[in-house]
């Protein structure tokens, strides 16, 4: 429990604590700093206290003295690597330009950091800025006449978009229309897979988005119909 506690108040207290009168400037940001960028460079795997401790001339001890673990630390890399949640209120047109701002934003942001997206998968620590994210999505669906229970699954289902495009989190998914060599392969055995062939032939080798531009404005496009349900009919 006292370990939970710790973690809660990494991320939810000041980070302008230091550890004691220092030799050397360490905190929790120089900290998650210098992990993503090994992260970025070289992979999530590869990021351990060592390393981290290595890149910054420091031994692992003295980050102990900041983080107490591997969980703590990518629970801080996430929370810097994630940035200031969009303030989106400032985007005209209402919920649904809102939402794509909100998207294209949060893309933007895992593309930076590739492993993101499966960084934050299962229970974890989360702290107040990637919480900012969410309420910044459910908060622009104020108004539309969907539920908080709605309004949340809304914002489940776009995240789950936005991880599923991403290139590192797809890659091999639609090898066909990227790779010659296996568009050559569905023209051989055209008889045995005809449609596949013959959706990958009208392609044409033409740059394909993993179906981000498809499946945001698809969902959109749900949720538009399920808001336009809600209004009250202006005949009644």
Do not use: C
């Not at 390393?51 to 703590?72: F, G, I, N, P």
């Not at 047109?93 to 998207?103: E, K, T």
């Not at 229970?123 to 108004?143: C, N």
């Not at 119909?225 to 005949?235: C, G, H, M, N, W």
Request: zero cysteines; a neutral charge; aromatic letters at 6%.
């Amino acid at each position: 429990m006292a370990s939970e506690d710790q973690g809660v108040d990494l991320l939810w207290g000041s980070r302008d604590k230091p550890a004691r009168p220092p030799r050397v400037a360490l905190t929790v940001d120089r900290i998650a700093a210098a992990a993503i960028g090994v992260a970025d460079a070289e992979g999530m795997a590869l990021v351990s206290m060592q390393q981290v401790a290595a890149k910054l001339d420091v031994t692992k001890m003295a980050l102990y003295r900041h983080v107490a673990s591997k969980a703590e630390l990518v629970a801080v890399m996430i929370e810097s690597a994630v940035g200031e949640p969009p303030d989106l209120s400032g985007v005209p047109g209402g919920w649904r330009p809102r939402l794509v701002r909100w998207a294209d934003l949060m893309r933007e942001t895992w593309r930076r950091h590739p492993w993101l997206p499966a960084a934050t998968t299962g229970e974890r620590m989360t702290g107040p800025r990637e919480v900012g994210w969410t309420e910044s999505a459910v908060a622009a669906l104020d108004g539309t006449g969907l539920d908080g229970g709605e309004r949340m699954d809304a914002v489940f289902l776009l995240s789950g978009h936005i991880r599923n495009t991403q290139s590192g989190a797809t890659a091999g998914t639609q090898p066909w229309t990227e790779q010659k060599q296996l568009r050559t392969i569905l023209h051989e055995h055209r008889d045995r897979f005809p449609a596949l062939h013959e959706a990958a032939r009208s392609i044409n080798g033409a740059p394909r988005d993993n179906g981000w531009a498809f499946g945001l404005n698809r969902i959109l496009d749900g949720l538009e119909v399920l808001i336009a349900a809600r209004r009250p009919d202006p005949t009644d």
